[in-house]
Nanobody, 114 residues
Framework: QVQLVESGGGLVQAGGSLTLSCAASGTIFRINSMGWYRQAPGKQRDLVATMTSSGTTNYTDSVKGRFTISRHNAKNTVYLQMNSLKPEDTAVYYC????????WGQGTQVTVSS
């Protein structure tokens, strides 16, 4: 089993920045992809950004140029630097990683006020 613990969410004004962190622990043989999804009230959970173990990244179009995903493979940790935040970025952000199956964190709330 793999456990994911997120941190770094909070309330920020539009135009501000936040950094999310997520650490994986437990029985880990090899983590392939790590990343972030988000879910706004009444909406489905959507991809924000992912990064493979080799460093290949994938971003949803709405965050390109504003968000940066990074990983520390030896620490099984993934980060999401979020700049120029907008009210529409408000959501619960979920960390995910994939070994032989996907695992999810509990989520951390990000609220951007206008």
């Amino acid at each position: 089993q793999v456990q994911l613990v997120e941190s770094g969410g909070g309330l920020v004004q539009a135009g501000g920045s936040l950094t999310l962190s997520c650490a994986a622990s437990g029985t880990i043989f090899r983590i392939n992809s790590m990343g972030w999804y988000r879910q706004a009230p009444g909406k489905q959970r959507d991809l924000v950004a992912t990064m493979t173990s080799s460093g290949t990244t994938n971003y949803t179009d709405s965050v390109k140029g504003r968000f940066t995903i990074s990983r520390h493979n030896a620490k099984n940790t993934v980060y999401l630097q979020m700049n120029s935040l907008k009210p529409e970025d408000t959501a619960v952000y979920y960390c995910t990683c994939t070994t032989w199956r996907p695992y999810w964190g509990q989520g951390t709330q990000v609220t951007v006020s206008s």
